[in-house]
């Protein structure tokens, strides 16, 4: 019997089944977008070492499942030459998710797409004391639960009204699912407690009164799901793609430093000084406004 205890036995991507002598290989996919090629080579991969057929994750991956752990090696180098390597799913930074964000969603108020392949390219697969997963929304509908991951960020735009302009007419009103906006002596009030920062009524207003006061990306820390979901918390505001992934390195690396393995760092957070941390970053990184 093949023993699955070494090696390339021990990558995070590489899951021991029910039957021990079988394992499930999951693949590095940022943001779940694979060119066609790649899924046809995937296919050829999961005939040659699997089954005919293959499993698709909640964390947008694809998983080949029933692998020969002797084969192992093999299989990864085709993985690799696939375009689409031996994934992760241990205590590391693992598959980093993302919704089709302003490549195709009408909704959505940033490019998710890219920042996924950006936070991929410095982050994936590295060890931690806890897993991370890192998930991204284009907007506050947060299809790929940002605020249940360990490091969530979602795409915000804040409306403002132009001064004068205002008719009243409502329909701003009527597209602001949140109860947000209300007419008030003949014209309309935001209300900023309610404001999801969705961005829906900006382009709503026939007299071409509310524009936007700027898209930017909220990033949380400390979300879970599972047996007990939490809430991620809210860490900073940040204006740009770049300013993200410097924030998410940051916290991937005061992680690192300062978590104890064996707790979910929603449990740690408080330990972990997660307010003095918040008030650090919020004066390291330019051009951003603390929550
Ligand atoms: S989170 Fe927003 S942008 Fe992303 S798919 Fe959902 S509705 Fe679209
Ligand atoms: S941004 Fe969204 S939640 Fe805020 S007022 Fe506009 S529609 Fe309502
Ligand atoms: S849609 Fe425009 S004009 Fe009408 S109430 Fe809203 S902001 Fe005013």
Redesign the pocket.
């Known amino acids: 019997m093949t023993r699955i205890d070494d090696g390339i036995h021990m990558k995070g991507g590489v899951i021991t089944e029910r039957d021990s002598t079988r394992c499930s290989v999951r693949t590095r996919i940022p943001g779940g977008v694979i060119g066609t090629q790649q899924l046809q080579g995937i296919v050829a991969i999961a005939e040659r070492y699997g089954q005919e057929w293959i499993h698709l994750t909640t964390r947008q991956t694809i998983e080949i499942p029933h692998i020969d752990p002797s084969r192992l090696d093999q299989l990864a180098a085709d993985l690799s030459a696939n375009g689409t390597p031996i994934g992760s799913e241990r205590d590391e930074v693992v598959n980093i998710t993302a919704c089709p964000g302003s490549e195709r969603c009408k909704f959505a108020t940033i490019d998710t797409l890219s920042l996924a392949r950006a936070l991929d390219v410095k982050l994936f697969g590295k060890e931690m004391p806890v897993k991370i997963r890192i998930a991204i929304s284009g907007c506050p509908n947060a299809c790929t639960s940002p605020l249940l991951s360990e490091i969530g960020v979602i795409g915000r735009n804040t409306p403002e009204?132009t001064p004068g302009?205002?008719?009243?007419?409502?329909?701003?009103?009527e597209?602001c699912k949140e109860g947000a906006?209300k007419?008030w002596n003949g014209?309309?009030v935001l209300n900023p407690d309610l404001c999801v920062q969705c961005g829906s009524?900006i382009h709503?207003?026939?007299?071409?009164?509310?524009s936007s006061a700027g898209g930017h990306f909220l990033i949380t820390v400390g979300g879970r799901r599972g047996r007990h979901p939490r809430l991620g918390r809210e860490l900073i505001n940040v204006a740009t793609a770049d300013e993200v992934v410097a924030v998410v390195e940051r916290v991937v690396g005061w992680v690192y430093r300062r978590a104890w393995s064996g707790r979910l760092l929603c449990e740690q957070l408080d330990d972990l000084k997660f307010d003095e941390f918040k008030t650090d970053i919020a004066g390291a990184v330019q051009d951003v406004s603390p929550i």
Not at 165 to 173: A, K, P, S
């Open positions: 009204r302009i205002c008719t009243g007419c409502g329909t701003c009103v597209y906006i007419i014209i309309s009524c709503s207003c026939p007299f071409g009164s509310l």
